[in-house]
């Protein structure tokens, strides 16, 4: 009889690296259960070299393993059960899912997990992320409507009931008030196995990928737009969380209720396919959240001018010298011939020349 095998297929921002970092820290006590989160193709406590997507950006960068390279070999573990984890496998194509699937059935009884985030949540969250690896230069709304269509939950899902059945796929909901136990590892656990954690398990409570106040995103914006290369940019990512926690704000979304509405206006019919066909719910509800409320107040600047004085007052003082390359930026690019580089510079600018 074929091991068991739980492909936790992410995604980003549903507190997948909190997941990994619990499931590597808990090797110990998950084999004492049957389970293995095994050594093989992990990087940075998850599995992504077993991805069959390949970002264009690690070929060659990373050793990734094709199914007949590692899924034979695991196969013969002592264990009953194996999971596997990383948001790459998320971005699979269809055609590499079949290949991919037709492959590792071979060795395994397959079984997909994941957890799937409101749109508009995952959406805010997606962005912030991608102004902090420095990848992402634009205000949200520009890319807003690209968004939209990548968060389509079915086409994500529907490859795998292919390959597999409807049957072998998993799908809970990333809502903290529909976890059980409210908490998503407790909830996976319970529900991929039928495991109630005890004292066994070792917790971190530490939030594993943090995200930006919205002044300090937007300030992190910016900078990306003068610099291309991710590395100097990301330099600037712990001081600007630092000052964000040092000096909290009150919290808006960075999207307006109304475009949050548009969004989910846009899912509602293939929520209700996913909770229906794949959660046994007849009601099609998905996400238990009220709606946003269209007369809810909203502030459309995420970056006053005293607050981007603040923050740049914040980096002279603590980090003068991340703060003398961020004067580099801007002087290079208040000369450049390209517009939108020149008028982030001068917007930047505005706010490092009060403290000359």
């Known amino acids: 009889m074929a091991k068991e095998l739980t492909i936790h297929i992410g995604m980003g921002k549903t507190g997948t690296t909190a997941l990994q970092n619990f499931f590597w820290a808990n090797r110990r006590p998950l084999s004492k259960l049957g389970i293995l989160y095994p050594k093989t193709g992990i990087m940075s406590d998850a599995h992504h070299l077993l991805s069959p997507h390949i970002p264009k950006f690690l070929l060659g960068q990373w050793d990734f393993q094709t199914p007949d390279?590692?899924?034979?070999?695991?196969?013969q573990c002592k264990e009953d059960k194996i999971l596997i984890s990383?948001?790459?496998?998320?971005?699979?194509?269809?055609e590499a899912i079949s290949a991919f699937c037709t492959e590792v059935k071979k060795h395994f009884d397959i079984r997909i997990l994941v957890y799937l985030r409101r749109q508009?949540?995952?959406?805010?969250?997606?962005?912030?992320?991608?102004?902090?690896?420095?990848?992402?230069?634009?205000?949200?709304?520009?890319?807003?409507?690209n968004l939209i269509v990548r968060f389509n939950y079915l086409d994500k899902i529907q490859p795998w009931a292919d390959a597999l059945g409807a049957d072998k796929i998993l799908v809970r909901a990333y809502e903290k008030t529909q976890f059980h136990n409210g908490d998503i590892r407790s909830d996976l656990l319970y529900h991929a196995y039928g495991v109630e954690p005890g004292r066994t398990f070792s917790y971190n409570h530490a939030d594993a990928n943090p995200r930006l106040s919205n002044s300090t995103m937007e300030y992190k914006r910016l900078i990306n737009v003068l610099?291309?290369?991710?590395?100097?940019?990301?330099?600037?990512?712990?001081?600007?969380?630092?000052?964000?926690?040092?000096?909290?704000?009150?919290?808006?979304?960075?999207?307006?209720?109304?475009d949050r509405i548009k969004?989910?206006?846009?899912?509602?019919?293939?929520?209700?396919?996913?909770?229906?066909?794949?959660?046994?719910?007849?009601?099609?509800?998905l996400f238990d959240a009220p709606l946003p409320n269209p007369d809810d107040p909203w502030d459309s600047n995420p970056l006053p001018h005293s607050e981007g004085v603040a923050i740049s007052k914040f980096l002279q003082q603590k980090y003068p010298k991340l703060f003398q390359r961020l004067q580099s930026f801007i002087q290079r690019e208040r000369d450049s011939i390209k517009p939108f580089h020149k008028q982030t510079a001068n917007q930047l600018g505005r706010f490092t020349d009060e403290l000359s």
Do not use: C
């Open 69 to 75: 390279q590692w899924a034979p070999k695991l196969s």
């Open 86 to 94: 990383s948001e790459l496998i998320a971005w699979a194509t269809p």
């Open 120 to 145: 508009d949540d995952i959406i805010m969250a997606t962005y912030n992320q991608q102004v902090k690896a420095g990848a992402q230069k634009r205000d949200l709304h520009h890319i807003l409507d």
């Open 227 to 258: 610099e291309d290369n991710r590395e100097q940019t990301v330099l600037f990512n712990a001081p600007l969380a630092e000052y964000a926690k040092k000096f909290p704000r009150p919290q808006r979304d960075i999207l307006s209720p109304n």
């Open 263 to 285: 969004i989910l206006d846009h899912a509602t019919v293939v929520n209700e396919s996913i909770a229906i066909n794949y959660m046994g719910r007849p009601s099609g509800i």
